[in-house]
Nanobody, 126 residues
């Protein structure tokens, strides 16, 4: 069983930055595809960024160039650095892990990751 715990959310003004963290069980990142998803009120869940165990990354077009997914293996922590935030980035953000999916799968709408965190709220005001 993989446990994922997000932190780092909050409120920020447009143009600002936030860094989300996802603490996971040891060795998770060497065996799973890790991803960040988000869901805004009244909207469907969206794949934001994903990272394979070989370092391959994928980003949604809406965040490409602004968000960066990364990992600190020593700390068993996944990050999502979010810069130049926009009001439309407001959503609940979820960390997820899956042993089968690849990072490119989030761009194809495959969101059936096996393990999920509880989610954390990011609010961007204009």
């Amino acid at each position: 069983q993989v446990q994922l715990v997000e932190s780092g959310g909050g409120s920020v003004q447009a143009g600002g930055s936030l860094r989300l963290s996802c603490a996971a069980s040891a060795y998770t990142y060497s065996r799973y595809c890790m991803a960040w998803f988000r869901q805004a009120p009244g909207k469907e869940r969206e794949g934001v960024a994903a990272l394979d165990s070989d370092g391959t990354t994928s980003y949604a077009d809406s965040v490409k160039g602004r968000f960066t997914i990364s990992i600190d293996n020593a700390k068993n922590t996944l990050y999502l650095q979010m810069n130049s935030l926009k009001p439309e980035d407001t959503a609940m953000y979820y960390c997820a892990a899956d042993p089968v999916y690849e990072s490119s799968d989030i761009l194809a709408g495959h969101y059936e990751f096996e393990f999920w965190g509880q989610g954390i709220l990011v609010t961007v005001s204009s």
